[in-house]
T-cell receptor, first 113, second 114 residues
Framework: GENVEQHPSTLSVQEGDSAVIKCTYSDSASNYFPWYKQELGKRPQLIIDIRSNVGEKKDQRIAVTLNKTAKHFSLHITETQPEDSAVYFCAASLRSSASKIIFGSGTRLSIRP | NAGVTQTPKFRVLKTGQSMTLLCAQDMNHEYMYWYRQDPGMGLRLIHYSVGEGTTAKGEVPDGYNVSRLKKQNFLLGLESAAPSQTSVYFC?????????????FGDGTRLSIL
């Protein structure tokens, strides 16, 4: 079946440094790639998404890049802050309709003071 | 506007018991989804619905049933609970449309099966 691989599973960075999380997907028909942030005990919340007709999207300190040829997409967080500590999930749309997406296994990001 | 509301928030069951998890959304979304979240495995789709009166299987449907009698509600049922169904269950909803739309999640239900 289709899958999304996410790396690394854990990431620790110094406050103020940048963090990068990478994902690969298998379904060549995927055209929508959301990223969710989940704080401990909370719901997943959408932080940014990108569609296949663009290669990069930025929202303040967060950016996402997409390489359709290589089936890679990445999340970049700059000037990290303590409140960025959370689990981040990438996801990719599936070939079928109904806005179904498949999630990566998550990256636990810790920001060191 | 409450968004997506899940009840209950916590539940402990004994093996073989049955229960129903309720999801309600007030955003007039067509699509609704049930996921389970287990450590190190992300979120996996159990069942989903593209509209009132419709349901379909997701990635891990065995042991679960669903119903969508009203557009705003999506129920997840466990007929005979098993310890392997211990998990955190999330409901989500999204608009329909020509292009994929973001999914909005509820706060989750933490379910333990003893």
């Amino acid at each position: 079946g289709e899958n999304v691989e996410q790396h690394p599973s854990t990431l620790s960075v110094q406050e103020g440094d940048s963090a990068v999380i990478k994902c690969t997907y298998s379904d060549s028909a995927s055209n929508y790639f959301p990223w969710y942030k989940q704080e401990l005990g909370k719901r997943p919340q959408l932080i940014i998404d990108i569609r296949s007709n663009v290669g990069e999207k930025k929202d303040q300190r967060i950016a996402v890049t997409l390489n359709k040829t290589a089936k890679h997409f990445s999340l970049h967080i700059t000037e990290t802050q303590p409140e960025d500590s959370a689990v981040y999930f990438c996801a990719a749309s599936l070939r079928s309709s109904a806005s179904k997406i498949i999630f990566g296994s998550g990256t636990r990001l810790s920001i060191r003071p | 506007n409450a968004g997506v509301t899940q009840t209950p928030k916590f539940r402990v069951l004994k093996t073989g018991q049955s229960m129903t998890l309720l999801c309600a959304q007030d955003m007039n979304h067509e699509y609704m989804y049930w996921y389970r979240q287990d450590p190190g495995m992300g979120l996996r789709l159990i069942h989903y619905s593209v509209g009132e009166g419709t349901t379909a299987k997701g990635e891990v449907p065995d042991g679960y049933n669903v119903s969508r009698l009203k557009k705003q509600n999506f129920l997840l049922g466990l007929e005979s609970a098993a310890p392997s169904q211990t998990s955190v269950y999330f409901c989500a909803s999204s608009f329909s449309g020509q292009f994929n739309q973001p999914q909005h999640f509820g706060d989750g239900t933490r379910l333990s099966i003893l």
